[in-house]
């Protein structure tokens, strides 16, 4: 942003310094003299011998109108600064702006960086969010390392077991292993046979309903006799038997690894029902 300037009103500022001294020497010389003050300024002359002390005190006098001459010279000055005053000589005065903001370098950052209390707890924050992140990416890696040499497993009970001695059961259908391992044993006058608690439908657990005397599916009305034979539903084959045999201590054994199926003729099988004496 500038400005323009004009300075036409300083050119004949020692022309009026040069008529203010020669009124104020002329006005001194009137008043000791008794005369009158002329009226106009006259062009200078050559100095005389009566005209001396006249001189001396015509300087003496333009000493004090040196600064009522600087001061119209400033006050010449501010009215060309505000624009008054005819044409002439204009001078651009450029504005400077504000210098910018000194900031230091980094040869002077530097030593903050390195011994500053605020540096050093932030260094210890970084530290503590790297650590935080390093233990838990290591977790989730070892958790999967983990998994990986410990898939999960379903743990089932075992296919193979004993259930005790023949006394211990009575005669019809014993719920007491169905939960446990998915069996009922059934007894009867001479033999003993474990039936599989799965409807040859779809895989659901059938119920005894021991005042029917039959099992029955509670998922699409099956229904099986005690001895395991289908005889209502859907169910398209009777349920099927495990590997029931006498151990060597005298115990019930059963093998569910082995199943024996009806519509097969494997009942026949020696171990598919287990004789009684």
């Known amino acids: 942003m500038s400005e323009e300037i004009d300075l036409s009103q300083f050119d004949d500022i020692p022309d009026r310094i040069e008529r203010a001294k020669a009124k104020a020497a002329a006005i001194r010389a009137a008043k000791e003299g008794g005369g009158t003050a002329?009226?106009?300024?006259?062009?200078?002359?050559?100095?005389?011998?009566?005209?001396?002390?006249?001189?001396?005190?015509?300087?003496?006098?333009?000493?004090?109108?040196?600064?009522?001459?600087?001061?119209?010279?400033?006050?010449?000055?501010?009215?060309?600064?505000?624009g008054e005053g005819g044409e002439g000589t204009?001078?651009?005065?450029?504005?400077?702006?504000?210098?910018?903001?000194?900031?230091?370098?980094?040869?002077?950052?530097?030593?903050?960086v390195e011994g500053g209390i605020t540096t050093r707890r932030g260094f210890?924050?970084?530290?503590?969010?790297a650590w935080l992140s390093?233990?838990?990416?290591?977790?989730?890696?070892?958790?999967?390392?983990?998994?990986?040499?410990?898939?999960?497993?379903?743990?089932?009970?075992?296919?193979?077991?004993k259930i005790g001695f023949p006394e211990d059961y009575?005669?019809?259908?014993?719920?007491?292993?169905?939960?446990?391992?998915?069996i009922w044993i059934v007894k009867e006058r001479f033999q003993m046979y474990a039936l599989l608690s799965v409807c040859t439908h779809l895989g659901c657990t059938p119920n005894w309903l021991s005042a029917e005397a039959k099992f029955k599916c509670p998922c699409h009305g099956s229904g099986f006799y005690s001895t395991g034979i289908n005889f209502e539903g859907p169910a398209p084959r009777p349920l099927e038997r495990a590997r029931i045999v006498l151990a060597e201590d005298g115990q019930i054994l059963i093998d569910k690894t082995q199943k024996y199926q009806w519509e097969k003729g494997q009942w026949e099988s020696p171990e598919s029902f287990m004789k009684l004496i």
């Open 134 to 161: 390093f233990a838990g990416a290591s977790a989730a890696a070892l958790a999967a390392f983990g998994r990986f040499l410990f898939p999960n497993v379903l743990f089932e009970p075992p296919q193979s077991f």
């Open 124 to 129: 210890f924050s970084w530290l503590t969010l």
């Open 90 to 112: 204009r001078v651009v005065v450029q504005t400077t702006p504000a210098p910018p903001a000194i900031r230091p370098g980094p040869d002077r950052i530097a030593p903050l």
């Open 38 to 82: 002329p009226t106009a300024p006259t062009a200078p002359t050559a100095p005389t011998e009566g005209s001396g002390e006249a001189v001396l005190e015509s300087e003496a006098a333009a000493a004090p109108s040196k600064e009522s001459a600087s001061a119209a010279g400033r006050a010449a000055t501010a009215r060309s600064l505000t």
């Open 170 to 182: 009575d005669i019809g259908v014993d719920e007491r292993w169905k939960d446990k391992f998915t």
